[in-house]
């Protein structure tokens, strides 16, 4: 080659042309996979909002389902039961998980933390329907009716591996120079993670949290048959209770006209405030790391 | 930092007799209680998932004894009879997953080397987190665009051009109603494409620089620096990806029950309604009667439970290479 290029390095250079065509087309190929793919979440958002915004009015935040074949009403039901079964997914999934994932951050080792790190990713990888099975055999049989409870704690499994994993890879990111600085003043280990440790990585832990609220709060497949659905207010905990997404499913799959429209607008106001909530994070993440550069 | 001031001294104590500290002493400094109440989170998940695969298999005692390994070969699915045979979910849920597969890695891998080998890194962040976005997207909802938008336009559109063109082939043949094995898959290709491109870029952007400037310094186009360089470096990690990406089409529930058309049949056309594991579950678990019937529906959790977890622990192991990467620099 060098000889070539010695002569004439017009003629023989490299890359030969048939080369330079491939480039370009693979090249442009690739791009044109990235279109297609966010042009599918344009398209979604698209007719989502089309959609959903047209059909949606106050009633719908307001009001009781009214029986199939009549129209009007709305979902104030599944509203209030989406927030309780998210209440209470929280209170078992954020203190196990994020618990968890300070042991395995400040305290484990050896094979006992592989172990939790292996299960963790075991339990993050079960499917939502089988979680849901679980969770029946668990609570619904012995109580022998379905409950927001149920439910509740389905969510709740679902948390925990994530809170985990975000938990341990945020406070695994605050460095060690802090963990020193904190024991050298005197401090006991104990002292150093509540007062140091877990303050610098706050912020990635409530962000974690939030982006697990935003995945569990569209979750359907576990809530079939443990918060089950209802037509009415659904008080306490103890009996079944609506929920946004089971109510989006069963009004898809039914044949009344009146209640696509409201399973649109249950779908729009779901997703409005799964992205909204997946972009404040987003947002406080990079506000966070900005800061930490300078 | 001013809050470190506000906690107490820690006592001296510790110095003098290390061994010789009483249980309460112990408790003062905070560390053994820390340690107790963290440790017993991390158990309470070992037993959650020790829990659950136990009542999975103690709760299909019943179905497993009646049918044995039978169970998983036959395809005679009748409730009424109380005949139970997995055999058609098993290959609605595989034939959707790997249809899903082959729409979506292709697309993924190029949409994942586009944004890190191509654009810019303002313009690959933007659009990557778009694409994670769609991640965030509820199945649900993709089952309600699949029912109300997919499903027309495969029916007037797409399927028609199929059959025209490969009509020929098994696998186009037959009358299209919408619901497919087809269907299902395209819906299942959209939702794993965002954990393919997001897992795949990061692999790629974790590709050491003097591995492209090597070749690009042969004077490589940025094509063959990017097929013959830095893919290969990265092929673990990008089959970990797509490992992942069939583990969760494999369980995904929702979205198939809405589009597959739920009749629990064996066919070689894909355009005909099928059945998968996870969906027969959703569909019939509320209304299945009979103590044989729910113990073949948990069962079926059971042999879903089981696969995603070998396809997990493949993916883990494809991954395990790249992590150590990751966390040397």
């Given at each position: 080659?060098?000889?070539?290029?010695?002569?004439?390095?017009?003629?023989?250079?490299?890359?030969?042309?048939?080369?330079?065509?491939?480039?370009?087309?693979?090249?442009?190929?690739?791009?044109?996979?990235?279109?297609?793919?966010?042009?599918?979440?344009?398209?979604?958002?698209?007719?989502?909002?089309?959609?959903?915004?047209?059909?949606?009015?106050?009633?719908?935040?307001?009001?009781?389902?009214?029986?199939?074949?009549?129209?009007?009403?709305?979902?104030?039901?599944?509203?209030?039961?989406?927030?309780?079964?998210?209440?209470?997914?929280?209170?078992?999934?954020?203190?196990?998980?994020?618990?968890?994932?300070?042991?395995?951050?400040?305290?484990?080792?050896?094979?006992?933390?592989?172990?939790?790190?292996?299960?963790?990713?075991?339990?993050?990888?079960?499917?939502?329907?089988?979680?849901?099975?679980?969770?029946?055999?668990?609570?619904?049989?012995?109580?022998?009716?379905?409950?927001?409870?149920?439910?509740?704690?389905?969510?709740?499994?679902?948390?925990?591996?994530?809170?985990?994993?975000?938990?341990?890879?945020?406070?695994?990111?605050?460095?060690?120079?802090?963990?020193?600085?904190?024991?050298?003043?005197?401090?006991?280990?104990?002292?150093?993670?509540?007062?140091?440790?877990?303050?610098?990585?706050?912020?990635?832990?409530?962000?974690?949290?939030?982006?697990?609220?935003?995945?569990?709060?569209?979750?359907?497949?576990?809530?079939?048959?443990?918060?089950?659905?209802?037509?009415?207010?659904?008080?306490?905990?103890?009996?079944?209770?609506?929920?946004?997404?089971?109510?989006?499913?069963?009004?898809?799959?039914?044949?009344?006209?009146?209640?696509?429209?409201?399973?649109?607008?249950?779908?729009?106001?779901?997703?409005?405030?799964?992205?909204?909530?997946?972009?404040?994070?987003?947002?406080?993440?990079?506000?966070?790391?900005?800061?930490?550069?300078? | 930092?001013?809050?470190?001031?506000?906690?107490?001294?820690?006592?001296?104590?510790?110095?003098?007799?290390?061994?010789?500290?009483?249980?309460?002493?112990?408790?003062?400094?905070?560390?053994?209680?820390?340690?107790?109440?963290?440790?017993?989170?991390?158990?309470?998940?070992?037993?959650?998932?020790?829990?659950?695969?136990?009542?999975?298999?103690?709760?299909?005692?019943?179905?497993?004894?009646?049918?044995?390994?039978?169970?998983?070969?036959?395809?005679?699915?009748?409730?009424?009879?109380?005949?139970?045979?997995?055999?058609?979910?098993?290959?609605?849920?595989?034939?959707?997953?790997?249809?899903?597969?082959?729409?979506?890695?292709?697309?993924?891998?190029?949409?994942?080397?586009?944004?890190?080998?191509?654009?810019?890194?303002?313009?690959?962040?933007?659009?990557?987190?778009?694409?994670?976005?769609?991640?965030?997207?509820?199945?649900?909802?993709?089952?309600?665009?699949?029912?109300?938008?997919?499903?027309?336009?495969l029916r007037?559109?797409?399927v028609p051009?199929l059959q025209?063109?490969?009509?020929?082939?098994?696998?186009f043949?037959g009358a299209f109603y919408g619901v497919s094995?087809f269907s299902?898959?395209?819906?299942?290709?959209?939702?794993?494409?965002?954990?393919?491109?997001?897992?795949?870029?990061?692999?790629?952007?974790?590709?050491?620089?003097?591995?492209?400037?090597?070749?690009?310094?042969?004077?490589?186009?940025?094509?063959?620096?990017?097929?013959?360089?830095?893919?290969?470096?990265?092929?673990?990690?990008?089959?970990?990806?797509?490992?992942?990406?069939?583990?969760?089409?494999?369980?995904?529930?929702?979205?198939?029950?809405?589009?597959?058309?739920?009749?629990?049949?064996?066919?070689?056309s894909?355009l005909s309604?099928?059945?998968?594991?996870?969906?027969?579950?959703?569909?019939?678990?509320?209304?299945?009667?009979?103590?044989?019937?729910?113990?073949?529906?948990?069962?079926?959790?059971?042999?879903?439970?089981?696969?995603?977890?070998?396809?997990?622990?493949?993916?883990?192991?494809?991954?395990?290479?790249?992590?150590?990467?990751?966390?040397?620099?």
């Amino acid at each position: 080659m060098s000889r070539a290029r010695a002569n004439s390095p017009r003629a023989h250079a490299y890359p030969p042309p048939h080369k330079k065509v491939i480039n370009v087309v693979m090249l442009t190929l690739t791009g044109l996979c990235a279109l297609l793919v966010v042009s599918v979440l344009l398209f979604i958002l698209g007719y989502l909002v089309w959609n959903g915004a047209r059909s949606l009015s106050w009633n719908f935040f307001t009001k009781l389902p009214v029986p199939a074949g009549q129209t009007g009403g709305g979902m104030a039901n599944a509203i209030v039961g989406s927030a309780k079964l998210l209440l209470l997914a929280s209170a078992i999934g954020v203190p196990i998980g994020v618990l968890g994932g300070v042991y395995l951050a400040e305290f484990g080792k050896g094979w006992f933390s592989f172990a939790v790190r292996y299960t963790t990713d075991l339990l993050n990888g079960v499917p939502s329907i089988v979680i849901g099975i679980f969770v029946y055999t668990l609570i619904v049989i012995p109580q022998h009716h379905f409950s927001t409870l149920a439910g509740g704690v389905a969510l709740g499994i679902m948390m925990i591996p994530i809170a985990l994993r975000s938990t341990d890879e945020f406070l695994r990111a605050v460095p060690n120079t802090l963990r020193e600085g904190g024991l050298a003043l005197g401090a006991s280990k104990a002292q150093t993670v509540v007062t140091v440790i877990i303050p610098a990585a706050m912020q990635g832990i409530v962000t974690g949290i939030m982006l697990n609220l935003a995945r569990v709060a569209g979750e359907t497949a576990p809530l079939l048959f443990t918060a089950f659905g209802n037509q009415f207010w659904s008080s306490g905990w103890n009996g079944p209770t609506a929920s946004l997404p089971v109510v989006i499913f069963n009004y898809a799959i039914s044949p009344y006209e009146d209640w696509h429209r409201q399973a649109w607008a249950a779908g729009f106001v779901l997703l409005s405030g799964i992205f909204l909530t997946n972009i404040v994070a987003r947002l406080l993440v990079s506000g966070r790391r900005s800061t930490s550069r300078s | 930092m001013a809050s470190t001031a506000t906690t107490p001294p820690a006592p001296s104590s510790a110095q003098d007799a290390p061994e010789k500290l009483s249980l309460l002493e112990k408790f003062k400094k905070g560390d053994e209680a820390a340690f107790l109440i963290t440790f017993a989170s991390a158990l309470t998940i070992i037993l959650i998932t020790c829990l659950l695969v136990q009542r999975l298999w103690a709760d299909s005692a019943l179905s497993r004894h009646a049918f044995g390994w039978h169970f998983l070969a036959s395809s005679d699915w009748d409730p009424v009879n109380d005949q139970y045979g997995a055999l058609p979910f098993i290959y609605g849920t595989v034939l959707t997953a790997f249809l899903a597969l082959i729409i979506a890695v292709p697309v993924g891998m190029g949409a994942a080397i586009f944004l890190a080998e191509l654009a810019p890194r303002k313009l690959s962040n933007v659009l990557t987190f778009m694409i994670e976005l769609l991640a965030a997207v509820p199945s649900v909802i993709y089952g309600l665009l699949g029912i109300f938008v997919l499903l027309p336009i495969l029916r007037d559109r797409i399927v028609p051009v199929l059959q025209g063109v490969f009509g020929f082939l098994p696998i186009f043949k037959g009358a299209f109603y919408g619901v497919s094995y087809f269907s299902a898959a395209c819906v299942l290709a959209i939702m794993i494409v965002p954990f393919i491109v997001s897992i795949s870029r990061e692999v790629l952007l974790a590709v050491p620089q003097s591995q492209r400037e090597a070749m690009m310094a042969l004077g490589a186009t940025k094509w063959d620096v990017t097929w013959k360089s830095v893919v290969p470096y990265a092929q673990r990690g990008m089959a970990g990806s797509i490992f992942l990406a069939l583990a969760r089409a494999l369980g995904e529930t929702m979205a198939v029950t809405m589009v597959i058309g739920n009749v629990p049949s064996i066919t070689a056309s894909l355009l005909s309604p099928g059945y998968t594991i996870a969906a027969v579950i959703a569909n019939e678990f509320t209304e299945a009667t009979g103590d044989l019937y729910v113990n073949a529906l948990i069962e079926l959790a059971l042999v879903l439970f089981a696969v995603t977890m070998i396809i997990n622990a493949l993916a883990r192991l494809l991954m395990l290479g790249m992590k150590s990467q990751e966390t040397a620099h």
